[in-house]
């Protein structure tokens, strides 16, 4: 019974896979765990945060002798210092746009892996393609030198490189077949339940597409992720500097409120009496025993002599005198603020420099890359006019009235013509690589609803 339940889930598996195509190649950068974990890291720094009204704050507690009677306790705060506000909020914006410009770039890589495994799929494949033919134009080759071996135009050389050229094809057919097995494992990875692949080369731009859309070159901006993200380390690294220099202007050091407790119940103090004190209606008269012994006084009269006693003692302040108020203030008449000058200017030089140096090695490279791009597309217009000259109607009808009975030639015509071709299609594949770098400086591949970058780039 389970095998008849497998069965239609299998299917309907199979059947839910279907081909790679594009769009399936490209969407499948979303799930990427490295596309959601950059994703949250720019949410989290671009959330609201809370205001900071103060640097830090503390309770305090004091104990005023080991009775326990008096407790002093001490709401401290210590607040924010001057400017120290303005560069945190300069600086919390400067993380955020860094991080969404780092989101892009995160998300541009994704899809330059994805487009150039691609792109290197659909070149071996044409690549393949021209190579089954040139082995079949050799294997024509070597069945006429075998005809022609008992011939007096014969030359058993002619015979020896074509084998050689037969073997190096068929080796070239087998990494062809390995490549494309790869590239296929290497997709699996990003895209595991396609059944077969169906990435054709009509998604990808014509050469004269590439040609007209970098024909006036590419200006770098600031919309460039990675230009975004230096700009955005620039702007952080300046109001870190910003935030250290503030540090020296804590004016008022901190800002307390305090309440100070006694308990009455464990509070005695030291007490000189005499005998009025205690003799009679004194007002420490339940201490008249211990001031006899102390004194050696009967009676108050004629008693001139003091004792001391620990008594209790009294909590007569008034609430408003229990509170007190703790304030501190630095003086900075002493302090040279030209050393925090000096160093926040340091930094903002230091900074700006990085900035510049990053926006023009991303200047170079992309001129590099646009200048390579159009210049290869000139040599790959050559190779494919020759190619169309060759597989001409009467191009071919000329050159078979010239070659004669010679069926050698015309195989070598032929092969001239997919050697070109050949060579016409490895030239787009480093045309594609150099397009696909400059799409990623550029910031093309980071968009976000675009279903072909490659077509719609730099427009």
């Known amino acids: 019974m389970k095998r008849f339940v497998a069965l239609p889930i299998m299917l309907s598996a199979a059947l839910y896979a279907g081909p790679l195509t594009w769009d399936r190649l490209v969407q499948s950068a979303q799930t990427d765990p490295r596309f959601e974990a950059a994703q949250k890291r720019s949410e989290a720094t671009s959330s609201p945060r809370n205001t900071k009204l103060w640097d830090k704050m503390e309770l305090r507690y004091q104990l005023d002798g080991f009775s326990f009677a008096k407790h002093d306790f001490e709401l401290r705060m210590s607040p924010k210092t001057f400017g120290e506000g303005s560069a945190d909020r300069e600086r919390y914006e400067a993380n955020k746009a860094y991080e969404q410009a ?47 071996s008992g011939s007096a135009s014969f030359n058993p050389e002619d015979l020896m490189a074509a084998l050689e050229k037969g073997a190096t094809l068929k080796a070239d057919l087998l990494s062809d077949s390995t490549a494309l097995r790869d590239a296929e494992l290497k997709m699996k990875i990003w895209v595991p339940d396609f059944d077969g692949v169906d990435l054709d080369s009509s998604f990808l731009p ?53 309440y100070a407790l006694q308990i009455e119940s464990r509070m005695e103090k030291y007490k000189t009496m005499d005998a009025t004190d205690v003799f009679g209606t004194g007002q420490y008269r339940d201490y008249v025993e211990d001031f006899k012994k102390e004194t050696g006084c009967q009676t108050a009269l004629n008693c001139t002599a003091t004792a001391d006693f620990l008594v209790p003692d009294k909590d007569d302040r008034k ?19 030209k ?10 030089l230091d900074a700006e420099s990085d900035y510049l140096a990053d926006v023009r090695d991303i200047n170079q490279k992309v001129a590099r890359l646009t200048e390579e791009v159009l210049a290869m597309i000139g040599q790959w217009k050559v190779q494919k006019e020759y190619v169309q000259q060759v597989n001409a109607s009467g191009f071919m009808e000329q050159f078979a009235i010239n070659a004669g009975s010679d069926p050698l030639l015309l195989l070598r015509a032929k092969e001239s013509s997919l050697e070109s071709d050949m060579k016409a299609v490895k030239l787009e594949y480093d045309i594609f690589v150099r397009y696909l770098e400059l799409l990623n400086y550029a910031g093309i591949l980071a968009r976000e609803g675009s279903a072909n970058h490659l077509r719609e780039a730099l427009k």
């Open 102 to 148: 780092r989101f892009g770039v995160e998300r541009s890589l994704l899809l330059y892996d994805r487009y150039e495994r691609g792109v290197r799929y659909v070149m071996r494949k044409k690549i393949n393609e021209i190579n089954k033919q040139l082995l079949q134009v050799n294997a024509d080759r070597i069945e006429v030198l075998h005809l022609k």
């Open 319 to 337: 609430t408003a005198d229990k509170f007190f108020v703790n304030l501190a203030f630095r003086l900075p008449f002493f302090d040279s603020g």
């Open 339 to 348: 050393d925090g000058d000096l160093k926040l200017q340091v930094a903002k």
């Open 206 to 258: 014509t050469m004269d597409e590439l040609a007209q859309n970098l024909s006036n070159g590419v200006e770098v901006n600031e919309n460039f992720p990675l230009v975004a993200m230096a700009r955005g380390k620039r702007d952080a690294e300046v109001a870190q500097a910003k935030q250290d220099v503030s540090k020296g202007r804590d004016y008022i050091s901190h800002i307390g409120i305090g």
